[in-house]
């Protein structure tokens, strides 16, 4: 490559009004569209293309049916009707018959459609007055372009800002970039070629001035690879520069703890919980500290993983914590996992026979100032070896011995800055092994898009004997109670849950009340309800629920205080009342309550879909019990702004990709993104380094890691 071409860099750097009549004005419209620089205008790409040799022509609308057609306009007329409103009658007309166009109160239109001017309108045609004619058709200017193909771009009334605008803006700016040098183009020539990818100087004509549709498809997979590789950069870099510099613990790999807790487990350990411990004993085995999310969907097992993990610590003289996002669930953990290790011996050379009993221990708000101080000096000397708590548990201010392992039981998201609090537990600063456990299913490809920076293990199948939960969807309630006392009677157990009523929690308490006393009084009399929601107070949380435990309650009436984590596997049935108003993650979970044990279960889905998203949501429930396939569906219908969240504020460098529609980009930009990294720092390719900061700056990169 003799002379590089223009980098995006530069074109960032150069202001608008370099271009031929771009004064104060068009800057102004142009930044009301975020069009800052010139780099932000050839990043402004068509919304679509009109392909003028397929659009239909006038001779060819049909009286009463919707049509496209691309119109010249020849005349503009408008005039004030009896009701002082405005009426702007256009005659347009392509090489086949002529058109009238009608815009009641619309008077900008006669402004906006000036004599001359092509555009394309579609609207419903109907014949008026033996004349062929649109009443407030959709327009979209394309202005006197000529060629076969003319993109039509995002117009803003508020910004005055037209297609044409635009398009004339962009074609200058391409021209000039090409009448010097051309795009210079930082992606290896070799990935390209693997990937049959356009130049850049041709993706970007072909985006923007396309003479083929072949040649737009072209182009955008050059620059939904771009995109797509750029953040795999980011996130991969940051992810490696993590890895160098921090120091964690190299855990020993002796198997004494863990084969005494395998070999008391009373079932046999899954092929995939087997492949997942594989690859945590692995990380933990390395001096970089482990960084992985464990997927699992409800009912697979991770706990027994968790478990797993903090003993390959405990083992080597270290301390593990176990964080719960509840404390009913750190009461569940403490419960189920003191069971499973009592007995279990850990080295210990200050006592006379060199071992101790492995000593567990919850800490939540409940535990008492007497406990609190006990439990402290215990993490403090190390006489803890195993700690449950809350996610509050790495904000206290206890400090450790020596913490080894780290699980976060569902949550997802643990940034930055909990890394950095983990770090001041230990007094040499080793950063504990974090394993980070969600049942909420994020399709792979979103996965590696928002935390890109983890390692991500996958536990895909559930242990064997499980009854598929038999799922139906009731109208209205008139035969799902008759379903709960069934249950009851051969001796199962029920959660109804109670509508979820959005922003509210004192509503959705009030429901929850409601529904119980409802029931209480009549459908269900003649059992023993229970009620939970968030407003009871911790004693009474934990009582309802150990009643439950214990069978002493049939029915648990609750709001979504049991979406996660809650295990009852004597609960056979879930009623989920008003269903059309949880997304499909909240129902998946509320549904993983159920059939956590050997009897076959069901779950009820109550009410109306509102909405033919709602229907979708519902029908898909019914249709499968797989969390992945759960989470592709709601991917689909709900875009992906909602798995990227928070993530996708500041500059969306995902302006032409979707994490939906080009999922095998997501990987492939993975793979070469950890191709490129693997030989050499990205400060050595320093154009494409440039770019990754220039897209995914700083600030930019920080956001996607943190929240
Ligand atoms: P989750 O992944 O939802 O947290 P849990 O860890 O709570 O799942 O496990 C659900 C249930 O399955 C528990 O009762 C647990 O004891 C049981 N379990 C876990 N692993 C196995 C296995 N390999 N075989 C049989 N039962 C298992
Ligand atoms: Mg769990």
Known sequence: MSDPGVSLKELENRALTDLHGVGEQTSASLSK???NTILDLISYYPRRYIDRSKEATVDSLQSGEEGMVLVNIEKVRSRKMRSRKTLVEVTASDTTASLKLVFFNQPWRQKQLKEGKDAVVFGKADIYQGKLQMTN??????????????????????????????????????????????????????????????????????????????????????????ELFRIQLELLQRKKFIEKNSIGIIHSNEEGLIEVFLERLPFDLTNSQKQVMDEIGKDLQKETPMHRLLQGDVGSGKTIVAVFTILKAVQGGHQGALMAPTEVLAEQHYLGISKLLEELIVPDSTTLLGDRPLQVDILTNRTSTVERKRISRGLEDGTVDFIIGTHSLIQESVS??????????EQHRFGVEQRAALKEKNKDERIPDILVMTATPIPRTAAMTVYGDLDVSV???????????????????????????????????????????????????????????????????????????????????????RSFRLGEIDVLVATTVIEVGVDVPNASIVVIL???????????????????????????????????????????????????????????????????????????????????????????????????????????????????????????ADYLLKS
């Open 33 to 35: 569209v975020g069009i």
């Open 137 to 226: 058709p959709i327009v979209d200017l394309v202005g006197d372009r000529t060629g076969r193909i003319v993109a039509v771009y995002p117009q803003s009334g508020i910004a005055k800002l037209h297609s044409w605008d635009v398009d004339r803006l962009v074609a200058e700016a391409l021209r000039r970039v090409m009448k010097v040098r051309g795009f210079a183009d930082p992606v290896p020539s070799e990935i390209l070629k693997r990937y049959r990818l356009v130049d850049r100087s041709s993706a970007y004509k072909g985006i923007h001035r396309p003479d083929s549709m072949n040649e737009v498809a072209e182009a955008r997979r050059r620059l939904v690879f771009d």
């Open 400 to 409: 450790f011995n020596s913490l080894g392992a780290v699980v976060i039981d």
């Open 578 to 700: 008003d269903a059309a108003r949880f997304g499909i993650a909240q129902l998946h979970q509320l549904r993983g309550r159920v059939g956590r044990g050997e009897h076959p279960s069901q779950c009820l889905l109550v009410g109306d879909a509102t909405t033919k998203e709602a229907e979708e949501r519902i029908k898909a429930m019914v249709r499968t019990t797989d969390g992945f396939e759960l989470a592709e569906v709601d991917l689909e219908l709900r875009g992906e702004g909602t798995v990227m969240g928070e993530r996708q504020k500041g500059r969306n460098d995902l302006r032409l990709a979707s994490l939906r529609r080009d999922k095998e980009w997501v990987e492939i930009a993975r793979t070469e993104a950890s191709g490129v990294l693997a030989e050499r720092d990205l400060t050595s390719n320093k154009e494409l380094s440039e770019e990754v900061t220039l897209f995914l700056g700083e600030s930019e």
């Open 459 to 545: 536990l895909d199948e559930l242990p064997p004997g499980r009854i598929p939960i038999s799922t139906r969807w009731e109208a209205d309630d008139t035969l799902v109670w008759k379903s709960v006392k069934d249950e009851v009677d051969s001796g199962r157990q029920a959660y109804v849950v109670c509508p979820l009523i959005e922003d509210s929690e004192k509503l959705q308490v009030h429901s929850a009340e409601e529904v119980f006393n409802d029931l209480s009084q009549g459908p269900l009399k003649d059992l023993n309800l229970g009620l939970l929601h968030g407003r009871l107070d911790k004693e009474d949380k934990e009582e309802t629920m």
